[in-house]
């Protein structure tokens, strides 16, 4: 079988004892051991036990089979009775019952294509526009200063650039060609967007690099793919907004106190914790074979 199924067998295995309870307190019925390995060749191959080759099924069998003999042996030594153990039984068995609910809930209320457009056209229009500029990165903001009256003069920028910048776009007059607000550094981004076509900064911009005085060339719309060969991507992003709101929904009427449990877990994510003494060290006395 491939090695995705291989790979899977201890997500498999949780999923199995969560959802079937405790091997070996008694005998599952048919149905039940049907509907565990079921389980088992969905998590591990993401496909039906019907539809693996018989190469694939002979395995999954033995790796199922093997599993419950091993998940039994556990219960007979008492390991499920272990904290950690039983914590990340509780924690599957949460996860499983959680993403089931949702995704009936995803099926019973399912997006439409007009709430993908909205989506899809709300992403477009908040999507900011990319920027051509250049600029000049000195070290010595009283060297930017006068680099700016120097452009004020009708100094020429490339020019300037290519006389004192000491990036390595100086040679091309100081061009940075097209980008994004988010690929430069908040200091740099922010004068950038606040300039207007064909104007420079009027005073030197400060960032972790040096000193800079900019030029905007021009800006224009980001080309996003059509809707057609995003629109998977656009769907999930609905859906997982509408699982969000849901789940705000549900914590309304969750009987649980909110508020008080998340304030609990965090405090005792920060609190720190006791560590286990180290054992000690053998002396040479102590040591397996010193007598």
Known sequence: MNQRLALAGCTALLLVLAGCGQPGNKAPTPAATNAGFEAFVKAAARKSAAELTPEELTEAVNQYVGMQ????????????????VGAQLDLTRANVLSETLLARY???????DGEIQAEYDAQVAATPPEYHARHILVDDKSLAEA??????????FAALAKQYSKDSSAQNGGDLGWFSPQAMVKEFADAVVALEKGKFTTAPVQTQ??????????????QLPPLDQVKDRVEQLVQRKRVAAHLQELRK???????????????YAKTPKEKAPDAPAATPAEAPGAN
């Open 209 to 222: 690099y040096g000193w800079h005085v900019i030029q905007l060339d021009d800006t224009r719309a980001v």
């Open 253 to 267: 009427e969750s009987k649980l106190d909110v508020e008080k449990l998340s304030a609990a877990l965090t405090e």
């Open 106 to 112: 995803l099926k019973a209320n399912p997006v439409t």
């Open 69 to 84: 003999v091993a998940a039994e042996a556990a219960v007979k030594t008492g390991l499920d009775k272990d904290p950690d």
């Open 147 to 156: 680099i700016i009256q120097k452009l004020e003069a009708k100094g020429d």
